[in-house]
């Protein structure tokens, strides 16, 4: 019920004044989600590889190459005469890299677990590549929309791991999020395009697809990309450490007391782990999110840019790391 | 099963077909065509009103929504029809990698069929996901309209203003460079033939 409420405050907050909250939502939780994520990732990482070593190779290589390729890109294009066409070949080949980059990853995991079948694979990523080629400024706004919602599905693993009394309900919620889309989609659809008239507001909409769907209602496209933004950082801000502070609690200490407490990381608390490292590395990106707070105070418009940029790394860390839980 | 990806593969053949155009001799551009394009697909309705002193043109806010998009898409952007299909490049890497996705779904449902324990719900994933990127391959790659030509329509048009009825068809919307000998603001062409031209 908690979460049906959640769900529906935010369709409302989204429909409701999607550029106001789409911009004071970034600014609060854009940079401490980033954070949750990344303690979260530090949590599933072993202190030892093993025989994950070439998997963790592979995404980690990915990881580093996808993300310095993605940022060089928007200077690639000021300072190159690129025609339109010729742009979206660059566009479709960096998405053929990043699904050829999730195959070879998939390929590992499925060496690593032999029970699981992943024959059915090649054939959607073939699909998925062939639809990037078709239209690949359209499969980039689709990645856009659908990250979001990978968050649901580590929430998802997450519960069938620590709290599988949980997951009936929680699948039940999921159920009701096409019907708010839905609804939103719906009443939305038909109102006039959003006022982009200073370079704030003409970003969120761009960020939304509105220059690509020039049909589509602006208002519409930001208020559903706002929603599903605000559920992605509820799981990662809120639903995942609730539980595993939760656990941790029921196990040892109190729940916050074990939660913050760098020791609480499986590559600390490892005899041979790297105490120090993990926590100056915590400690650094609590310091790179007070910057970015910093910088969103100074100058919105350009951090948002240079964040949603640089964020392309967390959405790529998101592939091994949910495989690894499937 | 066999019927789906039999009526799958027939139907994505021609699709292609379709576009090959062969032996079609590429139609000559004159320079009136280059100044002119057309922006928007939409309906129009014709119908005489004993009721009223002036012409009136009554435009839909929906419509008028989409004419904006559309001429805004005019100004500059490319449309979504010409981002999917506009290259050749892309266009053959795309076709190249979905007879690959299509031929890898066809062995796996072939060895999923041998496989103990290969339920029903595997044959159904597999035919969802061969139907889905056929007609997917086939909406984005067909640019033609199917169905009769658009004049089919307007053919009575004569007849049913005579008789003070309507007349309903489609209708493109055409941005044509200014006319200095003109006096006339809007012009509605209407695409009549002749009975006797055996074109109905």
């Given amino acids: 019920m908690t979460l049906v409420v959640s769900a529906l405050g935010s369709a409302l907050f989204a429909s409701w004044l999607p550029l106001q909250v789409s911009i004071v939502t970034v600014f609060l939780f854009a940079g401490p989600h980033n954070w949750f994520e990344f303690r979260y990732f530090l949590m599933r990482l072993p202190a030892r590889f093993g025989k994950s070593r070439n998997f963790f190779l592979t995404a980690f290589a990915g990881i580093g190459f996808l993300t310095l390729t993605y940022v060089l890109l928007p200077v690639a294009f000021r300072f190159g005469s690129w025609s339109e066409e010729a742009w979206s070949i660059v566009i479709a080949g960096w998405n053929t890299l990043l699904l050829g980059w999730i195959g070879l990853l998939v390929w590992l995991r499925a060496r690593q677990k032999q029970r699981s079948d992943w024959s059915w694979f090649p054939a959607v990523l073939l699909a998925a590549g062939a639809l990037n080629w078709f239209a690949p400024l359209f499969f980039s706004l689709a990645i856009v929309y659908l990250h979001p919602l990978v968050a649901l599905w580590f929430l998802d693993r997450h519960l069938l791991r620590t709290r599988p009394q949980w997951v009936r309900a929680y699948r039940r919620f999921i159920l009701v999020l096409p019907v708010l889309l839905g609804l939103m989609i719906w009443r939305l659809s038909q109102t006039a395009p959003l006022t982009d008239d200073n370079g704030l507001f003409w970003r969120i909409t761009q960020h939304s697809g509105a220059e690509l769907l020039p049909a589509v209602s602006s208002h519409m496209l930001v208020s559903v990309h706002l929603f599903l933004e605000m559920l992605h950082y ?34 600390v608390k490892h005899p041979r782990g790297f105490p120090k490292l993990i926590a100056t590395m915590l400690v650094f990106a609590a310091l790179l999110v007070v910057v970015l707070w910093f910088g969103f105070s100074f100058d919105y418009a350009t951090t948002r840019d240079i964040y949603f940029t640089v964020a392309i790394a967390h959405v790529l860390a998101e592939a091994p790391f949910l495989l690894k839980m499937l | 099963m066999k019927a789906i990806l039999i009526c799958s593969l027939s139907l994505l053949f021609l699709t292609f077909t379709a576009l090959a155009n062969a032996d079609i001799a590429r139609p000559k551009q004159s320079p009136t065509a280059n100044q002119s394009r057309v922006v928007l697909h939409t309906s129009l309705e014709i119908a005489p009103d004993s009721k009223i002193y002036e012409a009136r043109l009554q435009i839909p806010q929906s419509q008028l929504q989409e004419f904006r998009a559309a001429l805004d898409a005019a100004a500059g952007n490319t449309t979504i029809a010409a981002s999917v299909t506009g290259n050749s490049t892309r266009t053959i890497i795309a076709g190249s990698l979905l007879f690959l996705s299509l031929s890898f779904a066809g062995v796996w449902l072939a060895r999923s069929r041998h496989q103990a324990g290969a339920g029903r719900m595997r044959k159904a994933i597999a035919a969802a996901v061969i139907v889905m990127a056929t007609i997917g391959a086939a909406a984005i790659i067909t640019r033609g309209n199917a169905g009769p030509p658009g004049y089919y329509r307007w053919r009575t048009l004569p007849q049913a203003l005579s008789d003070g009825h309507s007349t309903a068809g489609g209708v493109d919307i055409e941005i044509v460079a200014d006319d200095p000998n003109s006096r006339a603001g809007l012009k509605l062409l209407i695409p009549l033939r002749k009975a006797k031209q055996g074109e109905e």
């Fill in chain 1, 234 to 267: 509820g799981v990662w801000i809120i639903a995942l450490p609730f539980i595993s502070s939760a656990i941790a609690g029921r196990e040892r200490e109190t729940r916050h007391q074990q939660f913050w407490k760098p020791a609480s990381v499986p590559l």
